[in-house]
């Protein structure tokens, strides 16, 4: 890994920080690779429990690097470069919360709305801006957008290039919540301090069933919580904190 991708752990989180800050953290091959490889440590890591993505500088990621290009191989890049980057995301049983500064931009919003939970800056926003140079939206944006947003308003932002601003992102349910652009990295960290808490094996689950629940229906959703309970009622940190609540006092969860 080089140090166009900074990883940092913190306690019980690791930081993980695009490092392309003279380029707005676009991405190129380099940044592809080195991501991947700061999420796979964060998650083989057992005392790792949360991890935080952000960007160096004044943009979270502004998309591709389009001074490398645009060239017919761009559909091999997307499925053998970028979707590894979003599956690892989503297939951790780890927390990311994306910390989003300046701007979130084609591929760069991509990846943020892959993370579980977002915050950005108060003067930050979102743009896909993908129609302007005659493309489609990609990384998977266009299922993200329309499962979280509904196929009208993100054709809309889409077509129209829209840029939207971090209270309209909150409103729209792209982002959880937004802070002074000086306080985002503290409260990103904040805020990953209140998950490292929280039972590793129930996050894990949770994210696991309601990942699965976003294009499977009722009925195999209904079955993985059965599973997924089944495996969790018993486990030390159940037990602890049935025992925590009854004693009032707070659990100590150990991840087993």
């Not at 990942?211 to 059965?226: P, Q, V, Y």
Request: hydrophobic share 45%.
């Amino acid at each position: 890994m080089s140090d166009i991708v900074i990883y940092a752990p913190d306690g019980a989180t690791a930081c993980i920080t695009l490092n392309r800050p003279d380029s707005l953290n676009a991405f190129n091959s380099d940044l592809r690779r080195d991501l991947l490889a700061a999420l796979q440590k964060a998650d083989s890591d057992d005392s790792v429990r949360v991890v935080i993505l952000t960007g160096e500088g004044r943009s979270f990621s502004a998309g591709a690097d389009l001074k490398d290009g645009i060239s017919a191989s761009v559909s091999e890049m997307l499925l053998q470069e970028y979707r590894p980057v979003q599956e690892q995301i989503a297939a951790m049983p780890k927390p990311v919360i994306a910390a989003v500064p300046g701007s979130a931009a084609g591929i760069g919003l991509s990846v943020a709305l892959q993370c579980d939970l977002l915050i950005m800056a108060d003067d930050a926003f979102m743009l896909s801006p993908f129609t302007t140079i005659s493309l489609v939206p990609d990384g998977g944006l266009n299922w993200l957008l329309v499962r979280q947003l509904g196929y009208r308003r993100a054709f809309q932002l889409s077509v129209e290039s829209e840029r939207i601003p971090a209270k309209r992102c909150i409103e729209l349910g792209l982002a959880n919540k937004a802070v002074p652009a000086a306080e985002l990295q503290s409260a990103a960290l904040a805020w990953a301090r209140v998950l490292e808490g929280r039972a590793p094996l129930s996050v894990a689950a949770t994210k696991k069933v309601m990942r699965h629940a976003c294009d499977h229906d009722w009925n195999s959703s209904f079955e993985l919580e059965a599973r997924l309970q089944g495996g969790l009622v018993g486990s030390e940190d159940n037990e602890e904190g049935v025992a925590a609540f009854f004693g009032k006092r707070q659990p100590v969860f150990k991840g087993k």
